[in-house]
């Protein structure tokens, strides 16, 4: 990140704008770049409980508070399904950045960054050290210009005179800057009570959903980072918000909140959601001097790097550095082209119906592996039923129930397979990357090798796993045809 303007500034307008803050509590404060640059500090020894700093709901920004899509006209708006996904939100904190001094967040737009260290602008030069990891086939880039294609533009189009500033303002660069905002700083900030609703608006039926679920809900729930929505952008974008579903206008920026960086495990204050204010509050004792954290969910570091720019690395119990929330996925692909290689199941037709029917019954696509090093049951339960006997099979169709997850050897030996050939998808091994790690880097291919170091450890560890369970298995069989042998030796010659 380049830019560090004047936090008082921004300061000097969330307290002008009704924001709270314990100044004799709080700072804005330069902490080194690998502990978020730019956070908040302690100003001296804090209990827990303590009330760091109050947002108002007004000042969140979000399709809710922005004036936009009321001008807009709320019908056209969810014409144009501005209502779904993250669009609405980016069309208005371009509109609102275009407003200058005239807009509300002014002096909140001013501190947000500019530049990003996430891989959706890297170069393919940089992309291509992602090789093999989860990140590559979850940029969205093309999903987010498809969206500007089809939602931004026709909007622009729609009412020019809205959007006369100027297209240096709502350019598909900034289009993309707004989204990695939203990505790397938005909460979930649900409508409480006596929030103004549209009965016929664009928002009428995301309103409805959120009330139905507040109503149920105190004050002080846990809030949540807004990107689960991201995945619901991608792939419900055709559909409406129906009840039950998540409703994009809850995702919100949070002026003040989303100044706290986020370590693995280190979170000692939390924004709590009250009726009229949000309330980031401690909820450990922190001492003066030290960051005051905030959760970003304790990620992996492929998906901290994909939505914030930055890795974790933390001393292991293993003396190592890395993430202990990092994961590794493996997809059922790669499970089944193992299962038709090694168990003469070769034509795909003998293995479809099976797995069709494992999909239409809820069955994952993509099994997660992590430092616990447990094999996930789904991962179990599909190659038990790749491998049932066609018998066996039609009764599990007929019950309407995949297999029980099973660890026998059969399964193992599938699975130990899966994983290497998983292995062989990153052109590096351990060692070089952890060789690698050792020299001078630029930060993208440092952060792309900790990424891809720390999945492969966990595939590595995995796969040992497999192996002694399998020589276990081996050991076990063998101590068993030697007793059968015995016993059987023993009766041959008690006959004689
Ligand atoms: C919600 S903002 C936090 C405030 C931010 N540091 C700022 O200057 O505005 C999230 C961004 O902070 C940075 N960040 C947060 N935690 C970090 C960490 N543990 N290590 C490195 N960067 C971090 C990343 O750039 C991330 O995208």
Known sequence: ???????????????????????????????????????????????????????????????????????????????????????????????????????????????LPAAFDTPMFWNEEDLSELAGTSIVGKLGKEDAERDYDSKIKPAIAKRPELFAQGEV???????????????????????????????????????????????????????????????????????????????????????????????????NAKLFHEKEVLKMTTTKPIRKGEQIWNTYGDLPNAELLRRYGHVDLLKLPDGREGNPGDVVELGADIVVDVVKETNGRSTSDALAERIDWWLEEGGDDVFEFDWDLDLPPAALSLVRLLLLPDNDWKKAQSKGKPPKPKADSDILLVLEKAIEKRQAQYPTAIQDDETRLQGEL???????????????????????????????????????????????????????
């Open 169 to 267: 303002y709502y350019s598909l660069e900034r289009y993309h800057t707004m989204g990695s905002r939203i990505l790397s700083r938005s909460f979930t900030v649900e409508k409480r009570d006596g929030e103004e609703e549209e009965e016929d608006g664009a928002n009428a039926d995301n309103a409805k959903h959120a009330e139905s679920e507040n109503d149920s809900m105190d004050v002080d729930e846990t809030p949540s980072k807004a990107n689960d929505l991201e995945q619901e952008e991608n792939e419900d974008e055709d559909e409406d918000n129906d009840e039950g579903e998540d409703d994009a206008s809850d995702i919100a920026m949070v002026p003040m909140a989303d100044m706290l960086n986020a370590r693995f495990g280190t979170e």
């Open 1 to 111: 990140m380049t830019d560090r303007p004047d936090s008082e500034a921004f300061i000097q307008w969330f307290l002008n704008h009704n924001g709270t803050m314990d100044r004799e509590a709080m700072g804005i404060a330069d902490f080194p770049a690998a502990e978020g640059g730019r956070g908040a500090v302690a100003l001296k020894d804090l209990p827990e409980g303590h009330v760091l700093f109050t947002i108002p709901r007004a000042l969140t920004l979000s399709t809710r508070t922005s004036r936009l899509p009321e001008l807009f006209g709320l019908e056209e708006w969810k014409r144009l399904k501005l209502h779904q996904g993250w669009a609405g939100l980016m069309l208005c904190m371009m509109w609102e950045a275009a407003q200058g001094k005239e807009s509300r967040w002014a002096g909140y737009l001013d501190i």
């Open 442 to 496: 630029s930060l993208n291919a440092r952060h792309a090798t900790v990424v891809r170091l720390g999945e492969k450890r966990i595939l590595q560890a995995v796969l040992n796993k497999i192996r002694s369970a399998l020589e276990k298995d081996k050991a076990q069989g063998s101590a068993a045809k030697r007793k059968a042998k015995a016993q059987d030796d023993g009766k041959k010659r008690s006959k004689r």
